[in-house]
């Protein structure tokens, strides 16, 4: 069951699942929010760089857990504010210059940075979104975002009755077990957090974990 509000993304992933001779999917086009209106609950659930763009990604959030098994699985992606740092930098720039949002000034700009050779356009040149315009458009130009640290994480977790059952990345864990050895820290929001505090980019590519 796949549900975006996005046409195209939908196309999309309908061509793919041809691709890949994958029968069992429904394409539903409608927001997040619409879930309300389906009489329906799920084993697992992902949503990976939805929430934080949602006007109250709280609710956006609690109606995914409405719509969850008892005993099952949700995979949730979301913004670091930490990570991000940089970019909204990058943001309050585009923000001053009034750069109307549009395919020619999304390519241009991204033009300028790589010409510029300010230090606050460095970490940027390495994110693989960057080499597209709509990952630029996500990346830099998206007209409503939330960003999240660990104390929002835990709060949150904590209001809609959810176990951490830990990050996603592999080469995240990996960093992180070669300071934390014990195999519990894993599942230790506040040993992130510290963990976080000392590395500011180890999510640059947002805070993806099961819960």
């Not at 890949?20 to 949503?47: M, P, R, T, V, Y």
């Not at 597209?132 to 007209?143: E, K, Q, Y």
């Amino acid at each position: 069951f796949a549900l975006d509000l996005s046409f195209n993304s939908l196309a999309y992933a309908k061509r793919k699942a041809k691709e890949l001779s994958i029968k069992n999917i429904e394409f539903i086009q409608g927001d997040l929010l619409d879930l309300k209106s389906i009489n329906k609950k799920f084993d697992i659930i992902e949503s990976v760089g939805v929430l934080h763009h949602m006007e109250d990604p709280f609710i956006g959030w609690k109606t995914l857990v409405e719509h969850l098994k008892d005993e099952s699985l949700m995979l949730i992606g979301l913004y670091s504010e930490r990570a991000r740092e940089n970019i909204s930098k990058i943001k309050n720039k585009i923000k001053k210059l009034k750069i109307e949002i549009s395919s020619k000034n999304i390519i241009n700009f991204r033009k300028d940075i790589f010409k510029n050779k300010e230090t606050i356009f460095d970490n940027i040149k390495f994110s693989p979104d960057f080499y597209s315009t709509s990952g630029v458009r996500d990346l830099l130009f998206h007209i409503q975002e939330h960003k999240f640290n660990f104390r929002i994480l835990k709060r949150y977790l904590e209001k809609l009755d959810l176990d951490f059952l830990g990050f996603e990345d592999k080469l995240v864990i990996e960093k992180f077990q070669k300071v934390y050895r014990n195999k519990k820290d894993l599942y230790n929001l506040n040993k992130w957090e510290d963990y976080e505090n000392k590395h500011p980019r180890i999510f640059a590519g947002m805070y993806q974990f099961w819960c």
